[in-house]
């Protein structure tokens, strides 16, 4: 198993572009999750999915949307690209019922400039 | 809400020696599970132990484990025989296990630990 695997590794944006962050899990796992990690700080949950179709915001939402088309799949959206959005993202994903060990992707490094 | 704190932003300590990260956290949940993450340079996040809260009985891996204090809301990680490659940011982090925050990390600041030879 790959295990969760995010694409790009790392990004540069121009304030007010748009790009999308990908997500795929191979593990059959229901929950998927992502965060935002600032330097020097603990992760964000942005927002997370409990099955394909559902979604929902976490502590971090705005300026981000998602969706989830796939058990595997979830893409996260950045819209009109701002400095604050620099960060790293990272993806995760449990089984549902046992919530209680996410896996983590390793990260996409964004900058805004 | 819940809130995670780690008043220690930097830790060292001789390889060998032990070594103890501090954790507090603030919730209403009487069933929740707390965790501890290691985050090495690569930046990778590694699940170090975990901790669930109707379990009195503290966790244990091989040369990790926690001492839980439920009615104070804290959680130490305990490393025993540091090793070089211990070196990491070291998080602690909670989920509640029922409810609206069921399945969703909050994490502390953050520890870097660093072991010297």
């Known amino acids: 198993n790959a295990g969760v695997t995010q694409t790009p590794k790392f990004r540069i944006l121009k304030i007010g572009q748009s790009m999308t962050l990908q997500c795929t899990q191979d593990?059959?796992?229901?929950?998927m999750y992502w965060y935002r990690q600032d330097p020097g700080m603990g992760l964000k949950l942005i927002y997370y999915?409990?099955?394909?179709?559902?979604?929902d915001k976490g502590e971090v939402p705005n300026g981000y949307n998602v969706s989830r088309s796939t058990t595997e799949d979830f893409p996260l959206r950045l819209e009109l690209a701002a400095p604050s959005q620099t960060s790293v993202y990272f993806c995760?994903?449990?089984?549902?019922?046992?919530?209680?060990?996410?896996?983590f992707g390793p990260g996409t490094r964004l900058t805004v400039l | 809400a819940q809130t995670v704190t780690q008043s220690q932003p930097e830790m060292s300590v001789q390889e060998a020696e032990t070594v103890t990260l501090s954790c507090t956290y603030d919730?209403?949940?009487?069933?929740?599970?707390l965790f501890w993450y290691k985050q090495p340079p690569s930046r990778q996040m590694i699940l170090v132990i975990r901790?669930?809260?109707?379990?009195?009985q503290n966790a244990t891996e091989n040369r990790f484990s926690v001492n839980f204090q439920k009615a104070a809301k804290s959680f130490s990680l305990k490393i025993s025989d540091s090793q070089l490659g211990d070196t990491a940011m070291y998080f602690c982090?909670?989920?509640?296990?029922?409810?609206?925050?069921?399945?969703?990390?909050?994490f502390g600041q953050g520890t870097i630990l660093t072991v010297h030879p």
């Open positions: 995760a994903s449990s089984l549902a019922g046992e919530v209680n060990e996410q896996f």
């Open positions: 593990m059959n796992h229901n929950y």
């Open positions: 919730t209403s949940e009487n069933n929740y599970y």
């Open positions: 901790q669930e809260a109707y379990k009195q």
């Open positions: 999915s409990v099955g394909a179709g559902i979604t």
């Open positions: 982090a909670f989920t509640a296990a029922g409810g609206t925050s069921y399945g969703k990390l909050t």
